[in-house]
């Protein structure tokens, strides 16, 4: 009974598509006794041409922004990378403009990123969502307002920048990253014939292109069907809604904080036993 409780995911194989926290979550699965398999499906890498986040951190630097969107933690990590590899003297003139302007997060990846530079979030999205993002500054004058918006991986989300306009900011974005294909082809495909065997007990996805590189890599009614063998988790809604785009439902979910913490404790409690 003791190593029942100690190891409750003893016996259990959960398939883990995370890239920059792969240990990490996969250490907090293999500490609860799942035998993991790890198959980063996507590679985050620098933009491939960084003037333009030169260009956008000189113009927060310079006080050129009156608000700044944080869509991820990795883009505001990245940035700061960027400045401390190739312009390190702009980093303390860019962590001081940061800490003035109005700094709006889309959740609580971008909320960590923050604390890490010793500064918070001063609104919150009301969820995690671009439409969590628009509903919070709907409320809110923007005509005039400079707005800077660093991006999702390089989606340029268009409703975004939109509502931003039609609501009379002007605006400047930012791709600090990319995504990239992680593990080739062939190992995708040896993932997909595990979950069709019945092989994998939960797959859980941390990202949205993790899961459009599932799908552009396999047949998408084989991919369908093979996710149908599993127990589908999403470590929250945005990922949860790249799944349904492609006809899967998310099975499991952390109801409030969307961390891999939460979601292991959201996978012992589906999978314990």
Do not use: W
Request: neutral net charge.
């Amino acid at each position: 009974m003791a190593a029942m409780e100690s190891q409750p995911l003893a016996g259990r194989v959960v398939a883990v598509p995370e890239t920059r926290e792969l240990e990490v979550f996969a250490g907090l699965l293999e500490r609860r006794g799942a035998q993991v398999l790890r198959c980063p499906l996507v590679a985050i890498r620098d933009a491939p041409d960084p003037a333009p986040v030169l260009a956008f951190a000189r113009t927060l630097a310079a006080d050129g922004f009156d608000d700044l969107i944080l869509s991820t933690g990795e883009g505001l990590r990245r940035i700061v990378a960027c400045l401390e590899r190739l312009e390190p003297a702009l980093r303390a003139p860019f962590l001081a403009a940061l800490a003035r302007v109005r700094k709006v997060t889309r959740g609580p990846k971008p909320a960590r990123a923050l604390r890490e530079l010793g500064l918070k979030s001063d609104l919150a999205a009301a969820e995690p969502t671009t439409a969590g993002i628009i509903a919070t500054l709907a409320e809110l004058s923007l005509s005039g307002r400079r707005v800077g918006v660093q991006l999702y991986g390089t989606e340029p989300n268009a409703p975004l920048i939109e509502f931003l306009e039609r609501m009379g900011a002007v605006v400047t974005s930012v791709a600090p990253y990319v995504y990239a294909d992680g593990a080739d082809a062939a190992a995708v495909q040896e993932l997909l014939g595990r979950l069709t065997a019945g092989k994998v007990d939960a797959i859980a996805f941390t990202s949205t292109p993790q899961v459009e590189r599932l799908f552009a890599v396999g047949a998408p009614d084989a991919v369908r069907a093979a996710l149908a063998r599993t127990l589908v988790a999403a470590v929250g809604p945005v990922v949860a809604d790249a799944l349904r785009r492609h006809g899967v439902a998310a099975r499991l979910m952390p109801e409030e904080s969307f961390f891999l913490k939460p979601l292991t404790a959201a996978l012992e409690e589906a999978l314990r036993g």
